[in-house]
């Protein structure tokens, strides 16, 4: 028994010296978004803890006072009910359940991320002329493609923002479902293909975090990792004159394809021009010019349909009007064909 005291001492040691050297992205984040998201965790387990705390103290107290070998423990085994027991026992869960759903519900519309941010941090609001910093963001197998369409450029697994400049991530995904996730920057959303989903952020000090998938999707999914760059707006400047210099070409759709094709720990690429309607085309599942785009097919849809055949034979005719010649262009239906013909 005394060497099982030693190790399970030695053992708890241990936990704590290595723990001491862990850097609690979570806990101490350096986005304004992180930092709110995180103190909310804090929040709810303190509640929480004020219900659990008395509880197991009262088991261990029960456990100790009612023990077989005391005799002095009171026995009362006609005793069946209290009524301030029972206010207690269901007062203060229901307290703590009605506090926990009210600052759920303030801080799921205050941390909403597909609305604009509101602050640059908790003594600083946005100022008026500040202009957000648009990124597409594409999930692939298994990296992370980054377009900035204002710089007109865009990079592989790397991610870079001028420190206290609101961000507006729109994403998607090329094949599966993925998690966006820069822990010290925001929450998690997830990318899925043929949708947009947003996000929107501020990092508040410099420096390398680390961003990853938080979904698994498959084979290559421990290698999705990419870094995420603060830098002040001259050192953003400058991040970007060093992408524009890059090797790697024009992103085209052609030069999309290849790189789409499933493929793990990709090195970092930077791309200098990037073709101003790709996004668009990866969202819509038409990068393939010959594939016609869900945006088109909604359209169609939303027109009243034409059927599943003929999905490709569709002009714009003039709906001529007796009294008016500026009535809208209209969509008809030209032809009916299979696809043997």
Request: with cysteine.
């Amino acid at each position: 028994m005394h060497i099982l005291k030693n190790l399970r001492r030695a053992l708890l040691l241990l936990s704590a010296m290595l723990l001491a050297g862990c850097n609690t992205v979570l806990m101490n984040p350096s986005g304004d978004i992180a930092h709110q998201q995180g103190r909310l965790i804090v929040v709810s387990t303190v509640l929480m803890l004020i219900i659990i705390i008395p509880v197991i103290g009262l088991t261990i107290f029960f456990a100790w006072r009612y023990r077989q070998s005391n005799k002095e423990a009171t026995y009362s085994p006609d005793w069946d009910h209290s009524t301030q027991l029972e206010l207690a026992i269901w007062a203060a869960p229901l307290l703590i359940i009605i506090a926990l759903g009210a600052i759920t519900w303030i801080s799921t519309h205050v941390l909403d991320p597909y609305q604009p941010l509101r602050r640059l941090d908790a003594q600083r609001p946005i100022p008026a002329e500040t202009k957000p910093l648009t990124v597409e963001v594409v999930a692939l197998d298994w990296k992370w493609l980054f377009i900035y369409p204002e710089q007109g450029i865009a990079t592989v697994n790397e991610l870079a923002a001028p420190v206290d400049r609101p961000i507006t991530f729109k994403i998607t995904a090329s094949s599966v479902m993925n998690s966006f996730f820069i822990p010290a920057l925001a929450g998690q959303i997830y990318a899925m293909p043929g949708m947009e989903t947003k996000l929107h952020a501020v990092i508040n000090k410099p420096g390398e975090f680390e961003g990853f998938s938080a979904n698994y999707s498959g084979a290559g999914f421990s290698g999705m990792r990419f870094k995420f760059h603060g830098l002040s707006n001259e050192g953003f400047d400058q991040w970007v004159q060093k992408v524009k210099t890059g090797k790697d070409g024009e992103l085209s759709r052609d030069l999309y394809k290849k790189l789409e094709v499933p493929s793990e720990r990709e090195p970092v690429r930077h791309y200098p021009t990037v073709a101003s309607d790709l996004y668009d085309a990866i969202l819509n599942q038409c990068v393939d010019r010959n594939k016609m785009c869900m945006k088109e097919m909604m359209a169609i849809d939303a027109s009243g349909g034409m059927g599943k055949p003929g999905a490709f034979n569709v002009a714009t005719k003039q709906a001529w009007d007796v009294d008016s010649l500026d009535t809208p262009k209209r969509k008809y239906v030209t032809a009916m064909c299979t696809t043997e013909e």
